[in-house]
Structures are given as C-alpha cells and as structure tokens.
C-alpha cells in the first residue's frame, strides 16, 4: 500500500492516509469500510439517481445538497478503482508466479521424459497449470472490462459535476450571474449566425448575378445556348461548395443557441 495517494471516504468525505495497518481503508471519522475484504463491484445506480436529481432540483438547498452527494460519489469511484487495481495487480503477481511454475515443469518434463513420450504423450501437470494461468488471464481480462466502464462512469459523473457548476446556482445573486453570462453567449452567438447569414447572402446573390449572365459572348453580349448550361452548372457547384462549410457553421452555431435557451430555463427555475 505504500505509495498510495490519500483516499476519501465515501461516506463522510474524510481524508485516509492508506496503510498496511489499515488495508480496508476504515474510516477514522465515520468507521466506513472504503476497501471491503471482498470487493463490491460499482454500482452505477448512484450516478443515475444524481442523473435524475440534476433535473429535478430547483432551489438553491437542493443545488447545495447535491454537490455534497456527487463528492461522495466520487471518492465512491475512485475507492472501487483503485480496489480494481489492488485486484488486478495481485492477479499479474498470480500470473508471474505459476507462468514460472509452468516453465519449470516443462524444462523438467523434458528433461526426464524420452522423446518418443514428449511428442505422444502431454505433461498433465503442464495442462493443469496452463488451465490455472487461463483463468486467471480470464478473471483479470474482466477486471480491466469492469475498470473500463467505471472510468467511463467517472467521465459521465465529472461532466455532470461541470454542467450542474455552470448551470445550478447556489445563490440569488449566482443566479443572477449564470443568467447575463448565457445572455452573453446567445448575443455572441446570434452575432455570428448574423455574419454567416450575409456571407451566404452574398455567395447566393454573386451565384444568380452570374447565371443571369451565363452564355453571353462577346463584346455585345451575344446568347450562346450551347455553352449556358455548362457555365450554370459550373456557378452552382461552386456556389454549393462555397455555401457547404457556412452552412455547417450555421447549423452548429443554431444548436448552440438551443442549447443556451435549454440551460437559461434550467436556471431561471431555481428559487
């Protein structure tokens, strides 16, 4: 355990210094158990609820509360964490140890069994251990699956803490300020969605001016049929493609702004 960093408790967010006195990381305010004898897998039903309560909260005592619970979630996930990893690293030691197991017996295998029974007859302590390190190989694989989806877990509950930061005041006057900051951004952001707007205005205006003049030739401007059709279609793929990236511009810069008015009427519900 040495070398660990601190760990927090789950329970009533207290500082542990891990130690091998104190291998289940017992809490010395609260007595909780942060790294039971057997580990019990995450169970992402408290990411949910916290999921759930986001949505549901509207006072600034319940904002308050939450930021409490989503702390103790936290330490929660990185307990069992690092419990996967205190589990998988006694797994690799497993694995060291019999993989050596198994190299001895088969330099002993061959060195006293003939050649004749090495080719026709199998080492059944070799099979036997070769199944031990299989499953081992196995359970660890699942370890680090179960790691995997915790980490993701981990990113899901940091980017709700981040959301509910900007977005859930404490305060009146937090209130006050989360409100003219996403003010400021929609103004921004219709300001550009503005700028796209006459900047594809001028392609589409530019593009029709110069249809209306496809085929004319020479100093008097004479039709040519035979060479109008080309040179349309030659202005509208140049103006689709001089459209295509503002119009993605746009689009983003829209959902942008949808979002801004989502989150405007997350925070004016707070009371």
């Known amino acids: 355990m040495e070398g660990e960093e601190l760990v927090t408790c789950h329970c ?83 694995v060291a140890s019999v ?12 060195q006293h069994s003939s050649l004749l029974k090495r ?15 299989s499953a081992f190989e196995r359970q660890r694989s699942n370890l680090y699956s179960e790691q995997v989806g915790l ?19 404490k305060s009146p006057q937090e209130k006050a300020l989360m409100l003219k900051q996403i003010k400021q951004e929609k103004k921004e952001l219709n300001a550009k969605k503005k700028e796209a707007n006459m900047q ?24 040519d049929s035979s060479i109008a059709a080309a040179q349309r279609r030659g202005i509208r793929i140049d103006k689709e493609e001089a459209l295509a990236p503002l119009e993605g511009t746009k689009e983003e810069i829209e959902s942008k702004i949808l979002a801004l008015d989502k989150c405007e009427l997350f925070v004016e519900k707070f009371r």
């Open 12 to 94: 009533c967010l207290e500082s542990i210094t891990p130690s091998e006195d104190n291998p289940t990381l017992i809490c010395p305010n609260c007595q909780t158990k942060n790294r039971p004898e057997t580990r019990i897998p995450y169970d992402r039903n408290g990411y949910t609820e916290l999921l759930q309560l986001a949505d549901q909260m509207c006072t600034y005592q319940e904002v308050a509360d939450w930021n409490i619970r989503a702390q103790k979630e936290q330490a929660l996930i990185r307990n069992a964490y690092a419990g996967l990893n205190v589990e998988i690293q006694t797994l690799n030691k497993s």
């Open 99 to 110: 993989s050596g197991e198994l190299e001895a017996e088969k330099k002993d295998y061959k």
């Open 151 to 169: 980490g993701e877990t981990a990113q899901d509950l940091d980017n709700l803490i981040a959301y509910v930061a900007k977005y859930a005041p």
């Open 200 to 223: 594809m205005r001028a392609i589409r205006s530019e593009a029709s001016n110069a249809s209306a003049h496809a085929g004319k030739v020479g100093l008097f401007g004479f039709y």
């Open 119 to 133: 080719f026709f007859v199998q080492n059944k302590n070799e099979k036997v251990i070769a199944a031990e390190i």
